[in-house]
Each structure stands twice: as structure tokens, then as C-alpha cells.
């Protein structure tokens, strides 16, 4: 069982950074992917940022440009980078991740979730 614990989050102001960072333990294969989603309330969930042991990384089109993902060289944290945030960046952001090659990344069935951090971001 892979356990996902998030830190980071808050309040921030429109214009401004936050950082996200998910620590994985519990691995048994090396191939996995780690991801960011968020959801707004009574919107609907989304993947805004993804990453791979095999190194590759994407980008919902609300978040290019203004967030960065990274794995640590160990490949058991996954950071997030936001600035340039906006109100609609207001969310429960959860870290998730799933064992596969990156065609897997970009299937929304992740297998393991972390509890979850809120993000608000005021005008």
C-alpha cells in the first residue's frame, strides 16, 4: 500500500506562490506516476499537473505556464509548484499516484490518494 502525505497549502493572494509537496512511501515496483488534483467547490475533479519516474511531466491547459511539477532524485516527493495564482486556483488539492508507464499517467484512475490540502487564492 503506497501512503501519500501532503504538506503545504494555505491563503494566498491573487499574483502570489504557494508550494505543494507530497512525500510517498511504501513503493514495490519503480515505475509510477505521481499527480496533483484539485477540486473546486461543486466543480468537477481535475488532473492540473503530472509526473513520472520515466521523467516526463504535463500540464492541465488552466495551470501551463504558472505551476511546475518535480520528482525528487529519490522519486518519493513530488512538489508543486504554483505562482502567478488566481482566484480559480481555489481548490482541495490532493496528491495521487499509480504504478504504470506514462500512458497510464494520463488515465485518471489513480490508485492511491493523500488526504488532501486547501488552496484559496483571494481577488
Known amino acids: 500500500q503506497v501512503r501519500l502525505v501532503e504538506s503545504g497549502g494555505g491563503s494566498e493572494q491573487s499574483g502570489g506562490s504557494l508550494r505543494l509537496s507530497c512525500a510517498a512511501s511504501?513503493?514495490?515496483?519503480?515505475?509510477?506516476?505521481m499527480a496533483w488534483f484539485r477540486r473546486a467547490p461543486r466543480g468537477e475533479r481535475e488532473r492540473v499537473a503530472t509526473?513520472?519516474?520515466?521523467?516526463?511531466?504535463s500540464f492541465a491547459d488552466s495551470v501551463k505556464g504558472r505551476f511546475a511539477i518535480t520528482l525528487d532524485n529519490a522519486k518519493t516527493t513530488v512538489t508543486l509548484q504554483m505562482n502567478s495564482l488566481k482566484p480559480e486556483d481555489t481548490a482541495m488539492y490532493f496528491c495521487?499516484?499509480?504504478?504504470?508507464?506514462?500512458?497510464?499517467?494520463?488515465?485518471?484512475?489513480?490508485?492511491?490518494w493523500g488526504q488532501g490540502t486547501q488552496v484559496t487564492v483571494s481577488s
Open positions: 509526473a513520472s519516474t520515466e521523467g516526463l511531466t
Open positions: 511504501g513503493y514495490t515496483d519503480n515505475t509510477y506516476c
Open positions: 495521487a499516484a499509480r504504478y504504470g508507464n506514462w500512458w497510464r499517467c494520463l488515465d485518471d484512475d489513480y490508485s492511491f
